[in-house]
């Protein structure tokens, strides 16, 4: 959904914008959506895949895809993040396991423990490998959207709603709250945490996630499969990045959305990034769209 109260970064007209342009103009960020009621494919890796039933989303035309990023050094130098295309809402798929982790981490912090070992179990495959069934079953120990939505309140995420019954994959949400899930996880804490070091239910945004659960995420986020390594991390350093993709074929028009947001290293300074696409003609396309859009949306950012 859009913001229109969120500022958004002057472009300087530099080689930098011009190539965003081709990457953005081509990809119809402004396409119709058509509703549908049908089977999903939710894919947690390029060989692993589950359907699920649909309900109440939508569909980008044929030919038509869109793709938005979403740009935030942690430098101190911007307080916002730099947004390029439309900021309106996209299907998760799978980087949503980023966030039913936290949300899981959450819960165990408030009963004042960590993670037990069967937790820790669904956690480390759903992020390394991308698992589906364990992403299932953390879903479900979360209670499902509503647990979600109430730990992403806490988490300062205003834009994500998730996905009804067991449909994750379906969550909405936008490239500006993947940045504030990611700055929860990645940004350096400012307080307002307890005295024993856990996030009471008050605490919100960067301060919500205690520092053993931050650190719990960046090394699962730090250590994915190497078939996963693509996406964001093609606009920064070739080792460092913290990564969570994901993607989805819609089995009613046969077209995929491909997303990927983390914390990627550039000119030696960490910067998070974001970018959502749906409506492309295949993965392979998509994951081409997502990281052309990083690289030119990290040096646009890089050069105003």
């Known amino acids: 959904m859009p913001n229109s109260s969120r500022s958004r970064q002057r472009r300087p007209k530099t080689g930098a914008l011009l190539a965003l342009a081709a990457v953005l103009l081509p990809a119809g960020a402004l396409s119709a959506a058509v509703p549908a009621q049908a089977a999903q494919t939710q894919s947690g890796t390029q060989t692993q895949s589950q359907s699920q ?18 740009v935030l050094p942690l430098d101190g ?118 005295s024993d070091g856990t996030a009471g239910s008050g605490t919100t945004g960067s301060d919500a996630l205690n520092a053993a659960s931050r650190a719990y995420i960046r090394t699962l986020m730090n250590g994915i499969a190497d078939d996963q390594d693509w996406g964001v991390s093609a606009a920064g350093s070739p080792a460092g990045a913290a990564l969570k993709n994901g ?16 914390r990627i290293t550039v000119g030696g300074r960490p910067c998070l990034v974001a970018v959502l696409s749906d409506g492309n003609a295949s993965m392979s396309e998509g994951v081409s769209l997502v990281e052309r859009t990083a690289r030119a949306a990290v040096s646009s950012t890089a050069a105003h």
């Open 77 to 194: 130098s911007r307080q916002r993040p730099a947004v390029y295309g439309d900021d309106t809402a996209y299907d998760t798929a799978s980087i949503i396991k980023v966030d039913i982790l936290a949300a899981a981490l959450l819960r165990a912090q408030d009963a004042g423990r960590t993670l037990t070992a069967q937790e820790r179990a669904y956690a480390e495959p759903m992020i390394r490998q991308s698992d589906n069934a364990s992403a299932n079953a953390l879903w479900r120990q979360i209670g499902e959207a509503p647990g979600l939505d109430a730990a992403n309140r806490r988490l300062g995420l205003t834009e994500t709603r998730g996905g009804s019954g067991p449909r994750w994959g379906l969550t909405r949400t936008t490239a500006s709250d993947q940045i504030r899930l990611l700055r929860a996880v990645f940004a350096p804490e400012s307080g307002g945490t307890t």
């Open 247 to 262: 993607w989805l074929q819609r089995s009613t028009s046969g077209l995929w959305d491909v997303n990927s947001v983390g």
């Open 53 to 70: 039933s649909q309900s109440q989303s939508q569909e980008p035309r044929a030919g038509a895809p869109r793709v938005t990023a979403a």
